[in-house]
Nanobody
């Protein structure tokens, strides 16, 4: 599974962005998909995860209520809608596919990773 994330950019605090993740070579419709981020000088952290059918979704405490993960299996895409962005959301965002179908926030469960997309939020 090869993944590609897109949709990042430079926005002001309070703005919204929608990230998109697509599988370029194989479908990931049976896989859980997660979004992760790495801020400058910090370790990678889990942001959100969605089960294969969208029935289960998990969020980190830092984004819950502001970010929404969703998927469209017909289009083989997973989205991360980010609202009310804050400067502390600045990071490179990655999508990843798990071998399992159920959602998980543990990055060790994700063997398939895409390249990141940079999100910069100015104050």
């Amino acid at each position: 599974v090869q993944l590609q994330a897109s949709g990042g950019g430079l926005v002001q605090a309070g703005a919204s962005l929608r990230l998109s993740c697509v599988s370029s070579r194989r479908t990931f419709t049976n896989n859980a998909v997660g979004w992760f981020r790495r801020a400058p000088g910090k370790e990678r952290e889990s942001v959100a995860s969605i089960s294969w059918n969208g029935g289960s979704k998990y969020y980190s405490d830092s984004v819950r209520g502001r970010f929404t993960i969703s998927r469209n299996n017909a289009e083989n895409r997973v989205y991360l809608q980010m609202n009310n962005l804050k400067p502390e959301d600045t990071a490179v965002y990655y999508c990843a596919a798990a071998r399992r179908s159920m959602a998980t926030m543990s990055d060790s469960e994700y063997p398939y990773w895409g390249q990141g997309t940079l999100v910069t939020v100015s104050s």
